[in-house]
């Protein structure tokens, strides 16, 4: 069992909570703006990774959620340009492509290591990053 840590998630700090702040300012509803500072806060920093057990691989997609993908049924790994819908807002971004038509964006803070270990379990993985 191993675990891949996110990369940081920052970014999304410094672009959503000017925005938040002038919205509530701008409106008069000071009194929610701490609310979602705190929900900011803790979106931000909560501990977010991939574990890689056996042949399976974990993607916490969500703070309440996650996916679980065979490593066997993973077919290409490549890099994709940043896209600002992004769930974790990381400028790097590479992609799992598995059974014929499903992606997951992922951004490993280890990205190469967690590459390799998803090679040495499944060395069918075409990659291109």
Do not use: A
Not at 10 to 33: A, C, D, K, T
Not at 83 to 105: A, G, M, P, R, T
């Amino acid at each position: 069992m191993k675990h891949y840590k996110v990369k940081s998630r920052l970014y999304f700090l410094v672009i959503l909570l000017p925005i938040l702040y002038s919205y509530f300012y701008l409106n008069e509803r000071g009194f929610s703006v701490y609310y979602c500072v705190i929900l900011i806060l803790f979106y931000s920093f909560y501990p977010l990774n991939y574990l890689i057990r056996d042949e399976t691989l974990k993607v916490y997609t969500d703070l309440f959620s996650s996916k679980y993908i065979n490593i066997n049924s993973i077919l290409k790994i490549e890099r994709r340009e940043f896209n600002i819908k992004s769930k974790y807002f990381s400028f790097d971004k590479i992609v799992l492509i598995f059974d014929e038509d499903e992606i997951v964006k992922i951004s490993p803070k280890e990205e190469q290591e967690f590459v390799k270990h998803l090679l040495s379990i499944n060395p069918n993985i075409e990659v291109k990053i």
